[in-house]
């Protein structure tokens, strides 16, 4: 499987925007670039997934590098309930079972 | 609409009793996933279910632990004879099609302490 690399934690004050690198230079073709995030003691949580361009929903947004050799997920204003966990997974069309890894830990304060 | 489940939350046993853990998936979701969380290893794959196919068991971490999924909808996990590196909390998610494109949605987990 193709690996990311996440700074281990984050800081950020409330209000100001996040800005999550994922490094993920051996990304496939078929490689998705999915983000999850995990609130203390609740089970992993969807955030957003691109391939090529960049993405927006409701939660954040997902810019991703022209040679798709790095990504980042921007949360526009954090809140305090954003402090989490934040897991950047590649993941091909066809397969299915996430590799988690050690994801960045953020940090809003208030 | 309703999440995806698991029960119980919290499960204490004793070394060498087994457990099942439940997971009801999001109604119409035709895939299903176990995954288990310690503080040693992570958030790590167990077993796939994808429709009537053949589940991907090969995240088992040994044969004491299986899995089945009755009528596409509900799955059970079992551990036999557990040990005290079971302990972890156990995640269940489900996704609409199953492809690696799809969101998985997951539930809360349970919580097993094996003494």
């Known amino acids: 499987d193709a690996k990311t690399t996440q700074p281990n934690s984050m800081e950020s004050n409330e209000e100001e925007p996040v800005h999550l690198p994922c490094n993920h230079s051996?990304?496939?073709?078929?490689?998705?670039i999915h983000w999850y995030r995990q609130l203390p003691s609740q089970g992993p949580e969807y955030v957003i997934h691109g391939l090529t361009s960049n993405v927006n929903n409701r939660m954040a947004s997902l810019a991703i590098a022209e040679d798709r050799k790095s990504s980042t997920l921007i949360l526009h204003r954090a809140t305090l309930r954003d402090a989490a966990v934040y897991y950047c997974i590649l993941n091909s069309n066809s397969g299915y079972a996430l590799n988690f890894g050690k994801g960045t830990s953020l940090l809003v304060t208030p | 609409g309703a999440g995806v489940s698991q029960s119980p939350s919290n499960k204490v046993t004793e070394k060498g009793k087994d457990v099942e853990l439940r997971c009801d998936p999001i109604?119409?979701?035709?895939?299903l996933y176990w995954y288990r969380q310690s503080l040693g290893q992570g958030l790590e794959f167990l077993i796939y279910?994808?429709?009537?196919?053949?589940?991907?068991k090969s995240g088992l971490p040994s044969d004491r632990f299986s899995a089945e999924r009755t009528g596409g909808s509900v799955s059970t996990l079992t551990i036999q004879r557990t040990q005290q590196e079971d302990s972890a909390v156990y995640l269940c998610?489900?996704?609409?099609?199953?492809?690696?494109?799809?969101?998985?949605?997951f539930g809360p987990g349970t919580r097993l302490t094996v003494t």
């Open positions: 109604s119409g979701h035709t895939a």
């Open positions: 998610a489900s996704s609409l099609t199953g492809w690696g494109w799809d969101e998985q949605y």
């Open positions: 051996t990304i496939s073709g078929t490689d998705y």
């Open positions: 279910f994808q429709g009537n196919s053949a589940p991907d």
